[in-house]
């Protein structure tokens, strides 16, 4: 059975060792780096290819929000949950940033195993005693932030199609396997919403992310 990979962004060392200790009791997850600010999360993220990253909010140097912002952006298929102690003050901030999961340092060892595999499934977590109004809205908000998160290559991919290039056209072109190719379309199509090529290109085109051969 493939572990899942865990990030721990705190501060605090008696914290990350805490949930260290915890988290490797379930024989599903394996604790990969630890990180006290933004800057060692940024490169222990890139050393590790971690699954979940587990983020404090305030830390040393940016916040854990913006630092959520950078990882989404070097690699979006790296889930967030943001682990705190602040109640909703940062909610909104985190669904913005792309965090897939916001929970309070309170949840139990349990409650935080179960949603370290939720949000690997594709799920949105918010911590029970938030109330199910801010859960439905947290949900919803986070699908959309998530499917905002095209990358390079996505987007590449994208504008080639608007050109009118077939797939296997678009494989030659990025020297890129037509396997590559088949998994970038269903990773940008689940973004975007769509099912198509001609749907992605058209949503693609309305949210400003590519430019159509006629567009001036």
Not at 74 to 98: F, H, K, M, N, R
């Amino acid at each position: 059975m493939k572990r899942i990979r865990v990030l721990l962004v705190d501060d605090h060392k008696i914290v990350r060792q805490g949930m260290r200790h915890l988290l490797e009791l379930d024989e599903g997850i394996k604790v990969v780096g630890e990180a006290e600010n933004g800057e060692e999360a940024l490169a222990s993220a890139t050393a590790t290819k971690p699954d979940v990253v587990l983020m404090d909010v305030r830390i040393p140097g940016e916040s854990g929000i913006e630092v959520t912002r950078h990882l989404k952006s070097l690699d979006p298929t790296i889930e967030v949950i943001i682990l705190t102690s602040y109640a909703e003050e940062y909610v909104s901030q985190a669904i913005e940033a792309g965090a897939s999961g916001y929970l309070l340092k309170s949840v139990d060892y349990k409650e935080l195993c179960s949603a370290i595999r939720a949000v690997c499934r594709g799920e949105v977590v918010i911590d029970r005693t938030l109330g199910r109004d801010l859960f439905h809205r947290f949900a919803s908000l986070s699908r959309e932030s998530k499917r905002a998160h095209l990358s390079d290559r996505q987007l590449e991919v994208l504008q080639l199609l608007a050109a009118g290039l077939s797939r296997r056209e678009i494989s030659e072109r990025l020297f890129l396997s037509e396997t590559t190719v088949k998994r970038e379309f269903s990773q940008l199509f689940d973004k975007l919403g769509v099912s198509s090529g001609a749907h992605a290109v058209s949503e693609a085109h309305r949210r400003g992310l590519i430019r159509l051969p006629n567009d001036r």
